[in-house]
């Protein structure tokens, strides 16, 4: 996946064996599913070199879950480009899901687990809940907003600098008011990674999608550094 | 005086469409384009709290397979800042156009080229972006009411982890650095 990842858990029974084995899930996943290590299942099915008969059950459940994802998002959460398959969009928030369950079955319940910036939280550091800052798209050292959430999922989706070449196909003399990142709390980060995605490719629509989805709440920043909420985020934001 | 208050709403909606033309042709350039990076490193930090234990560690694969994760068996670590360094806006580059390397994006590659003029960068230009996110989107103009906008601001209070969309921004400073690189040079 070609991303940091940082695992922090406060549960005083932790040991290194336990995070050894979670970041062995995180490589094992990357040999699986990197579109750009070529000895990788999915390069494999790309090139040709796989039926479906012989698909791992991983890879089986991947795309199964990219399919109804597709249906659930009006077609904007697709896996196919050009004739090839990158599940990446959906595998980010599956594996954090599964390396957070693999923490909660050894018996932990205070820990995040944090992907290239999608991050699950679970329980309480200190007694407080965690403190989640969404970054500043245009100035990576800030952040625009800060969160106190337990037992969420919050991912991002998005670039920085995006909008100043970028126009809209159907109306070319107008520069698009176009999105630059959007981040999408939800009741895990599985579903919350997988909105996240298709919503940041609804564009300017893409906030509204949030706010018709029970249970998740979303804050977009567009261009112009203007960030818009959904009617629900207020509550996870902290106020000094 | 009815032409003298025709005249006045003309030039005020002149005025007024002047302002807005501006404001909708800022562009939204990084305060720092020259942010040199080094991702993921992830630091321990420890600090006197007797019976936590923690790890942080951090992987990055595409660089090699083995992750390194390091654990303080007496300390309550929470760093886990990329680090990086905002060089000021002192350096001059030699003008010229400069193209980046091609840097992976995960979603698909990113090369920008960096337009120097006057010692300054002028322009970044991409040359090339992941496709699907480009995809043609109907834009829907009417904005949901129960939305409420703000414009964003920076917040100083401490945090525990940041969310935000690293991919294809990592990529873009390393495609950026490389064309900076070649304009200092």
Known sequence: MGMPITIEVIDAAITQDEIDRVFAYFVSVDERFSTYKSTSEISKINRGELSPADYS??????????KQTKEETEGYFDIQHDGQCDPSGIVKGWAIQNAANMLKAGGFRNFYVDAGGDVQVSGYKDGNLWKVGIRNPFNRSENVKVLALTNRGIATSGTAIRGQHIYDPHNHDMQLLDIVSITVIGPNIYDADRFATAAFAMGKKGIQFIEKLAGFEGYMIDAQARATLTSGLERYVLHK | MKKFTVAILIIGAFIFYSLLYNHSNAVALPNNPTVSNSSSSSSTRSSANGNAQDSNGSNDSSDSNDSNSSSDSNG??????????????????????????????????????????????????????PNERNRSVRINESADPQLTQEAIQAQSAQVDVVSGATDSSEAFIQSLSDALAQAKA
């Not at chain 2, 010229?96 to 960068?121: E, P």
Request: net charge negative.
């Open chain 1, 57 to 66: 059950e991983d890879m089986q459940t991947i795309l199964a879950l990219s």
């Open chain 2, 76 to 129: 309550s670590s929470n760093s886990n800042s990329s680090s990086n360094s905002n060089s000021s806006s002192n350096i001059t580059y030699k003008d010229g156009s400069y193209t980046g390397s091609v840097a992976d994006a995960q979603w698909g590659n990113i090369q920008v080229k960096a337009i120097i003029q006057g010692g300054k960068i002028k322009d970044v230009q991409f040359l090339q972006f």
